[in-house]
């Protein structure tokens, strides 16, 4: 017993000790911008009850001090110092979730979602209704105190947002919550939450569920109430103190509960075959198709289009495509979704996930998202796949896509299929068995998974011969293509792991490379083709897959096309997989004589890396990658960045590859146009500058135009038919991201995304 007090006085004088050091940091450190108290200062915000702050972990806190952060100099503090100091500021700022309240939190749950009525406005995991802000992770951002506060005043207001008396989930008036009262230019008058308002425009949340995106060409003025929406609470002592033990848990991992809701037939046709000027998914359509029937911005008035609106999404050379349903555009950036308004690019929400909930390789690029009915699904850094309320921004669930040993990650947006919804992971750069998952778009709960590398004994396992069979790659990381007639989803399928040594791999290596035709209702397998049998070059085959059906060779055929990153262009029956045509895209391409009668590649010698180094063309990057292609039914024209490079590749264990061209040589990026029935060029723009630096697909419209970002900065738009030069607006950026296009009242946009902002472009007079 003595023993037992001795050590735990030990350690509270050890803790006291801690404390005061870390005071007297502080004070010599930090008081000076932040306050004596850590309540602010005229330089720096408060660290006490800072919402920023109680979202981080210890250990993000110490980075912060350690590394600074933009006006936040860096601190060279020894390590037991910066510990110290990042434990004591996070003592600040405990949330709810976790120092929870006292009581039943069942009983707590039953009120809830009965008696109480909470969840007649507010949702949980999905339970509920989206009438008010979600509540699913409460808990995690305010403390007990601010939840009791709220339910006892709503509205009350004491202070700045960083301190207790405004929590971003409540109705408060200098919040997106606030009522207001609109007068519209038809005299008639509307009522609801004002989600975000500028001098011209109003995006007003009515109570029975909709997003109005209001302009002042509808209403003549807007009057905010000046009481809360939300009532004070009317319970008993033991129903208050359970419902507080309820809601102080809430912590945003909840999964679902009661009966899954059923996706709607109008939901499911809306993004299976979307309205004119919608564009729900990736590619505009899920055919894969970067092709828009939208011809209000033509070849012949193209030359005035202008800039409307910029919106920032805060990080470097985005990758993403907007999508735009019912007025409202959808956009991500690493671990981040937001919804804007189309019109305007004003925001309306943004869901954001924690600083230290990354993947293997930090933040990662995100090129999109899926949406169907009110939900909006993404893959997160780290390989989770979330579920967010149109409406709200709120999490409905979220699933963890990992599954066996390999650094799992993800980048690509998803694809919706009827009532599933699709993705697939990425990390093929190191050892993983790849796979392709569908979930259930209601519950997230997983339907199928497809495994892109066969185990022992599976149909493909034979050809594989050595010991890399268990972690031989194949990733699923590009957005695929699905067929509505005929049900079948396409998906590629990438690089075998180790990418330039066969070795330990011989064989072809299905599924490695492969475009896989699946029933996409189950799963199953209908066909495979492989581009490039047993890769040893890095060439995955995920680059985008594009269905039409169009006349071919004097037969009306269902084709699939791609420009494969091995420099051939190929055509398929997406029928029977049947291979129609396979011809080179571009000029340097050393590894094969061309691909036989049998659909496989005529190996030349350059094809087999060695330990010295062979150069081999395409370089490692490919002749063209997994940026945006396209097919213009009127031109029947196929539209590639495509590039001219090689490397010197090495057989390693890890990729051995290293840059081949010189001043004699230079890499060259160049837009071409491809005749699909016999591969030859049509024309082509030539992209000066590294091609390296352009990521940049296309997008092509019935207005007889071809969008695209040029290599030196600009974003372009040419003649479909022609690659005559039309329009250019001096971006100066990186490009790294596909245009996209549609309609609102009658008015086209064109919008992409640039550095680290979405633009977006229509004719000058709201023509």
Not at 352 to 376: H, M
Not at 428 to 439: E, K, V
Request: hydrophobic share 35%; aromatic share 10%; with cysteine.
């Amino acid at each position: 017993m003595r023993l037992t007090f001795a050590l735990a006085l030990l350690l509270f004088t050890a803790e006291a000790a801690a404390q005061d050091a870390a005071e007297r940091i502080y004070a010599q450190k930090c008081a000076g911008c932040h306050g004596e108290n850590a309540t602010g200062g005229d330089r720096a915000p408060a660290l006490k009850n800072s919402r920023s702050l109680r979202n981080q972990s210890d250990g993000r806190i110490h980075d912060l001090i350690q590394k600074g952060r933009g006006a936040m100099p860096a601190f060279a503090l020894p390590e037991e110092e910066l510990l110290g100091l990042a434990k004591w500021l996070r003592s600040f700022n405990a949330s709810a979730f976790e120092a929870p309240a006292a009581g039943d939190q069942v009983a707590g749950e039953r009120f809830f979602f009965g008696k109480g009525q909470c969840s007649t406005c507010h949702m949980v995991s999905g339970r509920g209704q989206a009438n008010g802000p979600d509540l699913s992770d409460i808990g995690r951002q305010s403390t007990v105190a601010e939840i009791e506060s709220v339910l006892d005043h709503p509205g009350r207001q004491t202070g700045t947002r960083s301190t207790a008396s405004c929590p971003p989930w409540a109705f408060c008036a200098d919040e997106s919550w606030n009522v207001v009262n609109v007068r519209m230019r038809n005299g008639s008058t509307l009522r609801g939450y004002a989600r975000n308002q500028g001098r011209n425009d109003l995006q007003l949340h009515t109570f029975d569920g909709r997003l109005l995106l209001l302009t002042t060409a509808d209403y003549v003025n807007v009057t905010r109430e000046k009481a809360s929406h939300m009532p004070a609470l009317k319970a008993s002592s033991e129903e208050r103190r359970d419902l507080l033990a309820y809601v102080s848990r809430l912590g945003g991992g909840e999964t679902p509960g009661g009966a899954p809701e059923t996706i709607s037939a109008q939901a499911i046709e809306a993004v299976m075959r979307p309205k004119r000027g919608e564009w729900p998914t990736y590619n505009g359509v899920p055919g894969g198709n970067r092709h828009s029937p939208l011809d209000g911005i033509n070849a012949g008035n193209v030359g005035t289009l202008q800039l409307q609106w910029v919106y920032p999404l805060r990080s470097l050379d985005l990758e993403v495509t907007p999508l735009v349903s019912e007025g409202v555009m959808y956009v991500a950036a690493p671990n981040r979704v937001c919804a804007l308004d189309a019109r305007t690019g004003r925001e309306i929400w943004c869901y954001t996930r924690p600083a230290d909930e990354v993947g293997p390789y930090g933040p990662q690029p995100k090129r999109g998202v899926a949406l169907l009915g009110d939900r909006i699904f993404f893959a997160t850094d780290n390989a989770r796949l979330v579920c967010l309320h149109r409406l709200t921004g709120g999490v409905m669930w979220d699933i963890d896509m990992v599954d066996g040993p390999g650094r799992f990650y993800a980048t690509s947006a998803p694809l919706v299929v009827g009532n599933l919804v699709i993705s697939g992971v990425a990390g093929g750069d190191g050892p993983m068995r790849g796979y392709l998952n569908a979930y259930d778009a209601s519950t997230g709960k997983q339907v199928w998974r497809f495994w892109s590398i066969p185990k022992t004994g599976e149909p493909g396992s034979e050809t594989w011969k050595g010991q890399a069979l268990a972690s031989g790659g194949g990733a699923t990381w590009l957005t695929g293509s699905y067929d509505v007639e005929t049900g079948t989803l396409y998906w590629a399928i990438g690089n075998p792991f180790p990418a330039t040594d066969g070795d330990g791999r011989e064989g072809v290596n299905l599924y490695s490379n492969c475009v896989v035709a699946l029933d996409a209702k189950t799963g199953k397998l209908r066909w495979f083709y492989q581009f490039t049998p047993h890769d040893l070059h890095d060439w995955d085959a995920t680059e985008p897959f594009v269905l039409v059906d169009a006349a071919y060779q004097g037969r009306d055929r269902k084709l699939l096309l791609q420009a494969n990153r091995n420099g051939f262009f190929y055509v398929l029956d997406r029928v029977t997989g049947e291979l129609l045509l396979a011809k080179p895209f571009v000029k340097k391409l050393n590894w094969a004589r061309g691909i036989g009668a049998d659909g496989k590649p005529q190996l030349l010698p350059a094809n087999r890396p060695s330990r010295s180094g062979t150069t081999t063309c395409p370089a490692v990057r490919g002749a063209t990658n997994w940026y945006s292609t396209s097919f213009h039914p009127a031109s029947k024209l196929f539209y590639v960045m495509a590039v001219e490079d090689c490397s010197v590749y090495r057989q390693s264990q890890n990729g051995g590859y290293e840059g081949y061209a010189g001043p004699s040589d230079p890499a060259r990026k160049v837009l071409r146009a491809l005749n699909i029935e016999t591969g030859a060029t049509a024309w082509e723009i030539e992209q000066p500058g590294s091609p390296e630096s352009n990521y940049s697909g296309v997008l092509s419209t019935a207005g007889g135009l071809l969008f695209y970002g040029e290599t030196g900065g600009d974003f372009a738009a040419v003649d479909a038919f022609t690659g005559r030069a039309l329009w250019t607006f001096p971006g100066n950026a990186v490009w790294r991201a596909s245009a996209m296009t549609y309609l609102l009242d009658g008015r086209q946009f064109v919008a992409v995304a640039s550095g680290a902002n979405v633009l977006s472009f229509a004719l000058p007079g709201g023509k």
